[in-house]
């Protein structure tokens, strides 16, 4: 056989003709040789043979056709079986049936999938992202979506005497997404290039002690709902129920009143047309209606699109561990409206929160101590997910690093990483160039400051790959130092952007004048709960740990299809102990804990949310937060089985950590839940006839899926 008698070119399925690569054909027989013989070098070494004996093969029946890549398949398995290899040509068949059936999904999905993604992130990108004609005709491919995004946000290059071609910019905006190491929030994939160009995810609102004002917040919510975006109040302004009302002399009906107003006009704007709206709703710990806050969604169904918090303020906290008394007072006059027992108010917060989920709490002071323009005003609020504290009309854009993809040989590539950062700091101040805002306020905020939010998603997955447990101190040390390190190289990014674009115009009044540290933007990074951009990445959402290892997931308008973290299968085939039945119970259990038949080194390695104690949730959240000028959305995920007091030491310790903020969810508290395990989310966490079942767009966290921005 001589190299050119080999084909020059091979046909793909969708028809299309490309070049001939005899390496995919060796690396493919070496996949397979290694699924089998758990061999690296006895299945290089098969590799290298069969592939010599498959290329001879169609050297002779190709010479002058071009081969469909089905018949270049039926090739190795024929080459394998004549090589004495029958075993090995089982499990490359087994995989050939397998893509098949991955095939055959998408094409129930109607998708042409030109990256070859998994067929959940697929479904994903159709209900979601893909641009559709009027008649809901999907019109576009994962990586045109990718060209798109980067197209449209690189125009801002434009507005600048830039340092890089716009082509080069747009090519590596481009590249970051389409490998899947860098990926911006929802709305930037959703309306980059189209008309709606809306592309900031996150919205503060003020409401206003007047019916004009509040129905004026309610109309410009509609409208960021309507784009994409999400929304958060304080509610705090408002007089509390029952106080006068001097222009008509009635009585006020209490800002949770209104609040059902806000839910019920959420639930009826589905946003961008691809998703329902959601809020943060907040109300300060000292104002006179915070046990009806507090008790709002005690009945189920109420409050539905709505994440509620309390703002706690420093007083209150040092008034219940020292178990004193503490003044409401009148939003409007700051007079005492009466006294109460802080312990006992915050046992009603801690109380609601395990039966519900809600209240989550919001550390107020220590928000506005890490306050970049304080001159400017006081935080009150925060995006629906808590990760944003903003001022009233600000904005915020945010995109997340894999960081499954910084990783080389079970090493951090650092230098990938800052590159990586860099990139993204400029992709981010450029969409604020390029977006077209909802209301001519946030527009003016926003560009006056100039916040932006790069976080990271796939934490877990790195720990996984560099062999660190989740819940160790070491996993913490590591947080601590990889988000030091990001927080450092998104300033150096920022500095550098001033130097070539100005400093935000409200610089001067902000923190960093006095330092004299220019900077491009007020803040750079927030650590976000990624929701469905990490199921487009491939990787464990924000900085959670893996919900689970084996599963059920719900897609195709009903079908199941069976996942498993391709992390673990690869480690138990190492083990040699992989099998369908070993998955199966794991997929029913949730949990390789207390699996006998697993190696410790493994139990130890891939633990669950439901593995990972309070403490060590709190632990990281506490970890990346100290180097994030914003904040950390995360969810302390607990057992069925959590009592109160487990709530209430969260609370506690998170204060003393000096987190920004704090929610937890007990398995089971609600009857909706995008993850169930054991059946249903009222069954406890034990082997059951069920195995864990996932809604499509679920990626860890937030079990209720509130937090899927």
Partial sequence: MTRSSLPKKARKRDGSVVAFDGSKIENAIYRAALEVTEDKDKSLSIGETVSRRVLEQLAQSFRNRIPTI????????????????????????????????????????????????????????????????????????????FRRVASHVAKAEANFDSDVPAEEVEETFYQMMRRREFMPNSPTLMNAGTPLGQLSACFVLPVEDSIDGIFESLKDMARIHQTGGGTGFSFSSLRPKG?????????????VSFMSIFDQATGVIVQGGRRRGASMGILRVDHPDIVEFVEAKAQEGRFDNFNLSVAVTERFMRAVRADDGFDLKDPQTGRKVKRVRARSLFDLIVNAAWRTGDPG?????????????????????????????????????????????????????????????GWGIRFLDDVIEVNRYPLPQIEQKTRANRKVGLGVMGFADMLISLGIPYNTQEAANLAKKLMRFIHAESLKASAGLAKSRGTFPNFEQSVYA??????????????????????????????????????????LSGTKLFEVNPAFEEAVRR??????????????????????????????????????????HLRIQAAFQKHTDNAVSKTINLPPDATVEDVRDIYLVAHELRCKGITIYRYGSKRKQVLSIGGGPQQPLEPAGEPITANCEYAGGCVTGACAF
């Fill in 70 to 145: 089905e018949q270049i398949q039926d090739a190795v398995e024929s080459s394998l079986m004549s090589e004495g290899y029958s075993h090995i040509a089982r499990s490359y068949i087994l995989y050939r049936t397998r893509r098949r059936d991955i095939r055959l999904a998408k094409s129930a999905l109607d998708l042409r999938d030109d990256l070859k993604l998994p067929v959940n992130t697929m479904e994903v990108l159709k209900r979601r992202y893909l641009l559709r004609k009027d008649d809901q005709t999907i019109i576009e491919t994962p990586s045109e979506l």
């Fill in 243 to 255: 106080a006068l009302v001097s222009s008509t002399k009635g009585r006020a009906s209490g800002p």
């Fill in 361 to 421: 709490l919001v550390f107020i002071d220590e928000i506005n101590r890490k306050n970049p323009t304080p001159q400017l005003g006081k935080i009150e609020a925060t995006n629906p997910c808590g990760e944003l504290p903003l001022l009233p009309f600000e904005s915020c854009n945010l995109a997340s690093i894999n960081l499954a993809q910084m990783v080389r040989a079970a090493t951090i590539d650092w230098r990938k990483l800052k590159q990586t950062v």
């Fill in 514 to 555: 006095k330092a004299r540290f220019k900077l491009r933007n007020a803040t750079v990074n927030t650590i976000a709960p990624t929701g469905t951009i990490s199921i487009i990445a491939g990787c464990s959402s924000g900085i959670e740990p893996l919900f689970a290892l084996s599963f059920m997931r719900n897609v």
């Fill in 575 to 616: 083990a040699g102990i992989h099998s369908d039945r070993l998955l199966g119970e794991i997929a029913r259990r949730g949990s390789v804990r207390n699996m006998n038949g697993v190696p410790q080194d493994l139990r130890r390695l891939f633990v669950t949310a439901f593995d990972v104690l309070p403490a060590d």
